[in-house]
């Protein structure tokens, strides 16, 4: 399977940016998405972006126009540029991968087959 390591997570004044970073490494297939998801203290975990394999992109409107999602060349590394964080945006972010989507289907449904262990993210007010 492919593992998934992110990093970039860690402290930051609302108003900052931050860069999340997720390797993947092992198995890998082509045609897949990568992602981000995060998760809120006694929130449910959420979609936040995603890149598909052909580089069309996908975005939570909470962070619509703040955070950019984007790839390396070899696509085994994906990227979350974040702005204007806010406290809101306070969350575990985990990177996904996803071998089965389509665009007829919401970003956050697509069938995500591997995930990383997540890295902390908090935006003081």
């Known amino acids: 399977q492919v593992q998934l390591v992110e990093s970039g997570g860690g402290l930051v004044q609302a108003g900052g940016s931050l860069r999340l970073s997720c390797a993947a490494s092992g198995r890998t297939i082509s045609g897949y998405a990568m992602g981000w998801f995060r998760q809120a203290p006694g929130k449910e975990r959420e979609f936040v972006a995603v890149?598909?394999?052909?580089?069309?992109?996908y975005y939570e409107d909470s962070v619509k126009g703040r955070f950019t999602i984007s790839r390396d060349n070899a696509k085994t590394t994906v990227y979350l540029h974040m702005n204007s964080l806010k406290p809101e945006d306070t969350a575990v972010y985990y990177c996904a991968v996803s071998g089965s989507y389509s665009s007829d289907y919401p970003p956050g449904s697509w069938e995500y087959d591997a995930w990383g262990q997540g890295t902390q993210v908090t935006v003081s007010s």
């Open positions: 890149i598909r394999w052909g580089g069309i992109t």
